[in-house]
């Protein structure tokens, strides 16, 4: 075996996983969420999506800023060992490896899998929708595996095919909308019911599942090629543009059909919008493109999480990196690091079911997996952000002072959001993250005699 990658993706491919990655499943998923969140309430709902993605799009910036200067293997973890130290890329990395990638990953099976059920009018809960789940997680994991190439084509074509639905439902059901009143009706009318402590707060902190994943583009910098101007050219333009269609994608959702019976909607809420504005032959097709965009998502994830265990093995870090840093001749992947990516998603899997799909099994640590890791990747921008004020020496006056204290305060307010929102479930939460954490401590060295 090899230990490194080649130079194989261009800026199409990047912007595609940026774009790829973040569209596809949270925008689907939390769309009636959101509007839950704020009891009904739509200008606080779209100012909760420019929130959430102005969060992304400052925090984006400032990595590509990192981006510029510094390339090495796998993009967030070279930003956070160059700017604070070897020591807290490690941690970085393996929080990365064991929680981040594999948690968000197994979700967005579940995701795909839930709105194929819904497609087909099955239970999204039961042995059908579980069953589906681990078969997606499977299948993005051979096709990232077997030719990462195809995979780089696969998520190209499945970020162009997931900004149809979004576009048509944008520009068509806002002229809906418009025409039988239903867009200033919503807009206009009061709330539907009161709810319990901050809306605008709680209804962020839903957003910010729709928004992440761009952070996963960085995964492929040893892949990249001329990474220093095509990555952070990557993360600049689509995180923009994410923003822009998510909004005009949101308020074409409101012109499609009354507040309130979206928000009873529930799963099929996405599906009773396009069904209203395309009729139901319309609206089914269009939901197949939902599917498709969904796994996109799932294998831009996938792409990432094979690479996790590589990108700490690379630095000859973490448990037994002689085994994880091989790259295979033939395929040019890191497959002993690919394995334990799909083993760690699985693991992730199996935990999101027990604690939010049925009969908890896990007490008090019954969380929403697809929320709190993001929560906590925000706290841990702060410390790079902090060094870049320090080291950005030879940065101009933004770059250097304006960009990181806006990704100082971004992420600040992400994490009280949260804490404002989740409640006890994020003293639960950063108990098992301590323990995940002190576990990388015992494994940091673990079978490093063995390397030649």
Known sequence: MNQELEKKYGLLTAIAMVVGIVIGSGVFFKAEKVLVATGGNLPQGILAWFLGGLVMVICAYNFAVLATRHEKVSGIVDYAEMMVGSKYGYFFAWFMAT?????????????????????LGWDIVGPQAMTIAGLFLVCSYVLNAISPRLAGKFQVTTTVIKLIPLALMAVVGTFFGLKNGILLENFNSDVIYEVQGNPLFTAVVGTSFAYEGWICATSINAELKDAKRNLPLALVIGTIFIVFVYM?????????????????????????????????????????????????????????????????????????????????????????????????????????????????????FCFDSSELPIITIYAMYIPIFFMQLKKGTDLGGFNRYVAPVLGVLASIFMVIAAIVSLGKAIIYYLILFAIVMLLGVLLKNYGHEKVE
């Not at 990953?105 to 497609?119: E, I, Q």
């Not at 949101?250 to 599906?271: D, F, H, I, Q, R």
């Not at 294998?299 to 091989?326: D, Q, S, V, W």
């Not at 760690?344 to 199996?350: E, F, K, R, V, Y």
């Open 99 to 119: 929680i981040y990638f594999p948690a968000m990953t197994s979700v967005l099976a579940w995701v795909s899998a839930r709105y194929f059920c819904v497609l």
């Open 248 to 364: 005009l994608y949101y308020v074409g959702l409101a012109g499609a059909v009354e507040n309130s019976v979206m928000m009873e909607g529930g799963e099929a809420g996405a599906k009773i919008a396009f069904s209203t504005v395309f009729t139901k032959a319309g609206g089914t097709l269009l939901f197949v493109f939902v599917v498709i965009s969904c796994l996109g998502t799932l294998n831009g994830l996938m792409l990432a999480c094979t690479r996790a265990f590589y990108a700490m093995a690379a630095r000859n870090e973490g448990p037994m990196p002689h085994i994880f840093k091989g790259v295979d001749k033939v395929t040019n992947m890191p497959t002993n690091s690919s394995a334990m990516g799909v083993l760690m998603a699985s693991i992730w899997l199996t935990y999101f079911y027990g604690a939010n799909l049925t009969a908890p099994w896990f007490g008090p």
